[in-house]
């Protein structure tokens, strides 16, 4: 499938617009190559694809590589910021955005899962797992059907994975309400499913 292929077929599933693309990523730089290019990958493929990002709102770390490559790369971005956070997060640069200052943490990730239509994870630190379990607990309590993917680059989601694997093994979790979430070996593979997972509930819940 082409790059416009995919683009075409993505924007007609919100009705012409582009996707609200959602990317959860660390605010620290990372010592690992993978992990950076995992970073750049992301924002690159949603420039390229034709989608809009939603991300943190800052410029350091993996966030800023993913929010510089989208803005590189022609994605319109908006970005959501704990007013708390903004001097720490910005003393490096972000690319131009929309910015949506939040009173709090709890009103930025409130807002991140309103104004998205799904999720990429990347790797990232306690932010991003707070992130990830607030989008799986939505929708394991039924209030949201957003798809989320999480890319699971240099393995760093195995642990994750196998801990909810042991809660559901223990019963602590139901199977019944189990919340959707996929995991992806690289940014390529997570952009393809989250828009193809999108067409195939076009008209389904926003
Ligand atoms: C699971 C847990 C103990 C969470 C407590 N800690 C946190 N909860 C929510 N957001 C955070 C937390 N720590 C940092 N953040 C913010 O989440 C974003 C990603 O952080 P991180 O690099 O994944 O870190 C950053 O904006 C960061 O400032």
């Known amino acids: 499938m082409t790059t416009t292929t995919v683009q075409a077929r993505a924007t007609s599933t919100r009705g012409g617009r582009p996707l609200r ?30 989608h809009h990002l939603v991300y943190g709102g800052g410029g350091s770390g993996l966030m800023g590589q993913v929010a510089w490559a989208a803005a590189d790369h022609g994605a319109s971005i908006r970005g959501v910021i704990p007013h708390f956070l903004y001097e720490r ?31 990429i994870a990347l790797p990232g630190g306690y932010g991003i797992l707070d992130e990830i379990v607030e989008v799986l607990s939505a929708s394991y309590l039924g209030r949201s059907a957003k798809p989320m993917v999480i890319v ?53 819940p926003e």
């Open 21 to 50: 693309i959602c990317v959860f990523c660390g605010a620290a730089p990372s010592n690992s190559d993978a992990i950076v290019h995992t970073a750049k990958e992301t924002g690159r493929l949603i420039g390229e694809r034709g």
């Open 89 to 119: 997060e910005r003393t490096i640069a972000a690319p131009q955005q929309e910015l949506q200052i939040t009173e709090t943490l709890q009103r930025r990730k409130e807002h991140m899962l309103h104004s998205s239509d799904a999720f």
């Open 152 to 204: 699971n680059t240099e393995g760093i989601w195995d642990g994750l994975i196998g801990l909810l694997d042991t809660l559901t093994r223990f019963e602590l979790i139901s199977t019944a309400e189990q919340p959707t979430f996929h995991s992806v070996p690289t940014p390529e593979q997570a952009l393809s499913l989250v828009e193809s997972l999108l067409l195939a509930r076009s008209g389904g």
